[in-house]
């Protein structure tokens, strides 16, 4: 893999209504094959999504880029968004567990909902409600403990739980809905050491900081690894884009 900077890029911005046909003449392909990937993925994922990547990239000072570059980039986001898909899913199972375990346990400050105690005095289980659950539903009954709960389910947890929360409800949604995360600029402020934060980065770095410690140094070399592409020695990923956490 080999690391590029910014440097020498030009501020020059690409509209996003420009045509498919133009755009192909911005590209600087290796090869034919290349080209008709191009083609094929300009239809598939469409034109805008590519202007915005390459504005994120930025152009030569020839008001050129390279296809493979925003390739590269497009598979590293994906990369991201799939591992971080697992991680996610696990901090989900994570809350549910706890809920469950603290429902047998006869916790007072569960506040499961009037439905699904109904439905558990008829017969139903815990972890099956659960399951029926979304993640926001989740939060909720989280948000409803008690600050000695919130406590046990997230050990690392500070006064900005709910906040931090909340942000990692964002970065499951944009991931939920295959946005670029390069490119999402919605995300939810988290709290790193007291710190506002609403940037990729942080938001991972939040997560890392209330998945269950099992789970953390899994996620922190599975994230900083999804920058390598076994299967390719010229890949490229500009050092600005790289995600890193410790």
């Given at each position: 893999m080999f690391i590029i900077g910014m440097n020498g890029m030009s501020n020059k911005r690409i509209s996003v209504h420009i045509?498919?046909?133009?755009?192909?003449?911005?590209?600087?392909?290796?090869?034919?094959?290349?080209?008709?990937?191009?083609?094929?993925?300009?239809?598939?994922?469409?034109?805008?999504?590519?202007?915005?990547?390459?504005?994120?990239?930025?152009?030569?000072?020839?008001?050129?880029?390279?296809?493979?570059?925003?390739?590269?980039?497009?598979?590293?986001d994906k990369r991201l968004r799939n591992r971080l898909y697992k991680f996610l899913s696990a901090f989900e199972e994570q809350i549910r567990a706890f809920i469950a375990n603290s429902y047998n346990h006869g916790l007072e400050s569960l506040q499961l909902g009037e439905l699904i105690l109904t439905n558990l005095k008829s017969g139903s289980n815990i972890a099956y409600e659960l399951e029926d659950l979304t993640f926001n539903q989740l939060l909720q009954i989280v948000e409803n403990l008690n600050s000695k709960d919130l406590k046990r389910i997230f050990p690392n947890s500070d006064k900005y739980l709910l906040d931090n929360l909340k942000a990692i409800k964002e970065l499951r949604n944009a991931i939920s809905h295959h946005r670029i995360l390069f490119l999402y600029d919605e995300y939810e402020t988290c709290y790193i050491n007291g710190k506002p934060y609403n940037d990729l980065s942080n938001n991972i770095i939040n997560l890392k900081n209330l998945i269950n410690e099992y789970y953390k140094q899994f996620l922190v070399d599975s994230i900083n690894d999804s920058v390598n592409d076994k299967r390719d020695n010229n890949y490229y990923i500009p050092q600005e884009l790289i995600i890193k956490i410790n």
């Open positions: 045509t498919k046909t133009k755009l192909m003449k911005v590209f600087k392909f290796r090869n034919d094959e290349e080209r008709n990937q191009c083609n094929k993925y300009l239809d598939l994922k469409g034109v805008a999504y590519h202007v915005l990547l390459i504005n994120k990239i930025g152009l030569d000072n020839k008001g050129k880029i390279s296809y493979k570059l925003v390739s590269d980039v497009y598979k590293y």
